[in-house]
């Protein structure tokens, strides 16, 4: 079993994280995480990503070839536990 150990790395825009799925794959409909790899990041940039998104993943990135970037709706996540309040 692995257990992984997410950091937040920065707050998106609604704009940039309707882009984000809209330009990359989700493998199911509540899919809330994406592979990022260099060329990936070209095609965003190419296809129009803004340089806030790219500069984002690009810190995400580091040195690495690929990281994985999971989004989570901090305001949805709130509502949920009001909800069971």
Do not use: P
Not at 17 to 46: G, K, P, V
């Amino acid at each position: 079993m692995a257990i992984l150990l997410y950091k937040q790395v920065a707050e998106l825009t609604e704009e940039q994280l309707d882009f984000l799925i809209e330009h990359l794959e989700e493998e199911w409909s509540e899919d809330r995480d994406y592979y990022i790899n260099r060329d990936m990041l070209a095609m965003l940039e190419q296809r129009g990503a803004d340089s806030g998104l790219v500069r984002i993943l690009q810190d995400a990135l580091g040195d690495k070839d690929e990281v994985e970037v999971l989004w989570v709706d901090t305001e949805e996540d709130y509502e949920d536990e009001e909800d069971d309040e």
